[in-house]
């Protein structure tokens, strides 16, 4: 039934831009974008459960790669992304070793420092990363081009994340979620198994990264990834569910097509309208939806069972 | 299928094929967007958030000229649509904003987007879509000297290179035994400041006895006066965002270090910062900068003065307590919409794109109420920058005290 659905959605994500204007095209990137990234920080967070607010920074270090890669040595953009997922792995993996000793408030602490220094590197060596002007890529790239690529690699990760959670990796994942002490007593190495969450986290958020530098004209600035970008990841992830796969669509879906109907806000108009329905909607989905769209899923899904099993017609 | 069903099917598709063509041939006659018989919808992308959202005020006012405008009849009897994009200084925002700017709202012009990194963003975009993208809300130079590349981009402010040429010059001239400390921003912006002082300069750089240079990450800039001040530098030029400049001029004090005269940037020398500064404990008495507007606090008199206070008074009177303040960026925002209403008007009846941007190419008036009085908007083939005078200005009065012009308008700074 899930492979079914999956299909169906491949065919018409496949399909929708055709149908779309270049602008729409343009939001259906950005979604794609939220998703892989929201997808990595779901394999941290919601499955090994630690908790990071930094993943704008390992996105701000794909997008640069991408961008001196393509400025410096006019490598092929596509070529650039593997690479970006390389480096951002390593990254992830050195912000893994210090983070073992950290968890809850103070790891929290510890990736948003993160979040708030990384993206100001390019103002520090400015000669190297372009500095406050920025850094372009070499040539510009069209909005139906990001499409394919953006949503072929939400395509591609899923599908690895996906093969990496149902394994033996995804079941340590979840049993230093739920209990280190039991996972390490049951065998599963914590310092490896750890580190490798935020790698392979770290990763999915460059290639997110190099996505977003593309996406904004091939132009990777300081401002591009603030604060707020690893905060609207992890907002995407709550809202998506954490530690399960299937509501990270949603979760993209509402980190990148909000700026969009908030714009049209009434009475506080399109300044402040995207702060505050943001805002709105996170209380709503922390009240309402606790385990995100996936609990809501879930519900729906074992709800759904309960009526046929109690169907005499059914069986 | 049977035989007639085939023919049917045929003879369907064909018709469709020939639909889409004659559609696609009468959809080839490009009527130019963003224009109709009465209106010319223009947009533009501003930080009403954020850290530079001081600047929000710009945008304020040249809604309120063109609410002028139209109340008056419009350019031609079209009245001019301006929709205000805010994308907090963010570049990835202005992609969108740009992109939705032209691809959904089908707007004529980009108009007055505001920041260097913004406008390197979208400038790639807009000219392969040859959208205008005009009169950008930024000093850097790049506009000015990429008229060949990016045809469809033009700026309207005097550049940074070419106002740190005249400070270059002045010191050159009137003060001979400078020994010249510069503050700069280690960064593009910072730099090319500094590359134009010493042009300016000429044989007189030699006389730079220290030039000190802060990050943007971090404006606390006091060990780079200290580093100064050691260095024996009597004349500081402060090449810097405003939050710096504060800092270095109240820091100055603060280390008790009185520089025989201190040059800031044009970009710091809004009289809300140097009050600011005034408050810090700084001694802003004999700053020199420069200026290209008309002063809304000293200059009451002059008729764009006038006609500026009464547009704040009634179609913006939100901006009526930072304009009696003195807040430059309101006149600034009447000039650049003046100088946009004027080259529509001197785009043909019915304008076009390529007709606004020959227009903005071809500038020659002094008849702009909002800039200082004497400066001509100009620009030919040869010269893509519209403003090349400015004025110089010292900071007197103290605490409550005001910009007072210095000599004459110089021409041709660049």
Redesign the interface.
Known sequence: MKYAVIAIAAVAVALLPFGL???HQ??AV?VAIYFIAILGLNILTGYTGQISIGHGAFMAIGGYVTVIMSHDHHTNLIATLPVSFAITFACGVLVGIPALRLSGVYLALATFALAVSVP?LP??F?KFLG????L?TDH?VSHIWLYGVSWSCAAILFLVGWLLLRGRIGRAFRAIRDSEVAAASSGVALPIYKTFAFGVSAAFAGVAGSL?VL?????A?P??F?VLLSLKILIGAAVAGLGSLWGVAVGALFIGLL?EFSASVPIIG???GE?VVFGLIVILVMLLLPNGFAGLLARLESSFKTAIKSDPQAS | MGRKGKIFAAVAGAALVAGIAVTAAFGAHHATPGITATEIKIGGTFPLTGAASLYKTIPAAEKAYFDYVNDHGGVNGRKINFEILDDGYDPSRTVPAATQLVEKDGVFAVFGSLGTAPTLATWGYLNSHKVPQVLVATGDSYWGFSRKKYPWTIGWQPDYPGEAKVYGRYIAAKIPNAKIGVLFQNDAYGKNYYAGLRVGLGEAKAKIVDAESYDATNPSVQQQIIALRSKGADTLVVFATPVPTITALATAKAVGWTPTTTFINNVSANRLFMLSAASKGANVDGVISTTYTASSTTQKDLPGVKLAQALVNQYAPSLQTSFAAGDGNIIYGFGVAWTFVYALQHSGKNPTRASLMAALHNLNTSKNPFVYPGIKLQTSAKDNFPIEQEIMIKWAGGGTGDWQPVGKLLNGIR
Request: hydrophobic share 25%.
């Open positions: 204007s270049g602008y343009g939001l950005y100001q103002l520090k400015s500095g406050s002007n920025g372009q510009a977003f996406a904004t004209n091939g132009f600035q401002n591009e603030a700026p399109s300044s402040h702060d």
